[in-house]
């Protein structure tokens, strides 16, 4: 598995702060932490599409004020983004219909988020999710351990809806470090029986302000031990904060990844990151 290629495919003009990426149907769906809308990019067009998931959105909101949109997942034909819940403004979840193009629900999940915090021993100000899986069972949150108390943990709960009666379980992680800082989750994604996930290096003890960045990772959790069977350097430099499938065959997995360079710049880099399975 050690075997891997990073290749830059494209730039996004229009996008900036990119934090979670969806792909599906030959278009790429990607939120972005200090932005107001969902952005669709079609690969073969290279049409750039804007949703808002906000009332009155814009670009570049201010860091006080932001939802800060981390994580995306989907299931079926609804796509959901996630507020991080880092600041009780970053506590949304958006429910956004891929069929009709169009924002259905947006539901304040601050209850949720402080029962997930409680169960897990997380403080608030530790409190930071910025990868979200969804199989119609089941939903995985992953807390970015980039708070003072590192903790990088893994929830996950049983519910077809988040507004249902669930069953919980959580489980926390020592991710390894990059240049002597312990790593941290910056998103997931669910391939088959596993959690395939990225985490990034940053020189702070802060899930609200940003770092240098020391580099990033991409592991694998068995969802049947909830172990980590395997972990991978992938760069010295760059903070992936969305991953999404693209390939998959018996040899080769292929998933694509986007930066997030903490600036105001609308531009985006997309990567395509492929693994060896044998």
Same mark, same amino acid.
């Given at each position: 598995?050690? =075997?891997?290629?990073?290749d830059l495919l494209f730039h996004i003009i229009g996008i900036g702060s990119a934090s979670g990426l969806l792909y599906k149907d030959n278009s790429l769906f990607i939120v972005g932490d200090n932005s107001g809308f969902l952005y669709e990019y079609h690969l073969d067009s290279k049409d750039l599409k804007r949703h808002p998931l906000i009332e009155n959105p814009t670009e570049n909101i201010i860091k =006080?004020? =932001?939802?800060d949109f981390e994580a995306l997942s989907y299931f079926q034909d609804t796509l959901y983004a996630f507020g991080s819940g880092s600041t009780a403004k970053r506590n949304s979840m958006v429910e956004f219909d891929l069929v009709q193009k169009k924002k259905i629900a947006t539901n304040n999940l601050s209850e949720l988020y402080a029962v997930m915090q409680n169960f897990a021993s997380i403080k608030p100000e530790d409190f930071n999710i910025e990868g979200?899986?969804? *199989? /119609?069972? &089941?939903?995985?949150?992953? &807390?970015? /351990?980039? /708070?003072i108390s590192n903790k990088n943990t893994l929830f996950s709960l049983r519910a077809k809806k988040l507004n249902q009666e669930f069953s919980m379980l959580s489980n926390d992680y020592k991710l390894p470090k990059i240049k002597g800082v312990r790593s941290s989750f910056t998103d997931a994604v669910k391939v088959d029986n596993s959690i395939y996930f990225l985490a990034t290096?940053?020189?702070?003890?802060?899930?609200? *302000?940003d770092g240098e960045v020391l580099g990033s990772l991409i592991g694998r959790i068995d969802l049947e031990t909830m172990k980590i069977d395997f972990t991978q350097k992938i760069s010295d430099s760059h903070k992936f904060e969305g991953l999404t499938l693209f390939k998959k065959d018996n040899n080769k997995i292929e998933f694509l990844l986007c930066e997030d360079k903490d600036t105001e710049i609308l531009e985006t880099a997309i990567y395509k990151l492929s693994l060896n399975l044998k």
């Open positions: 598995m050690e =075997k891997f290629t990073l =006080k004020d =932001k939802p979200t899986i969804h *199989d /119609g069972e &089941n939903w995985y949150f992953l &807390n970015r /351990g980039n /708070g290096a940053e020189d702070t003890q802060s899930t609200y *302000d």
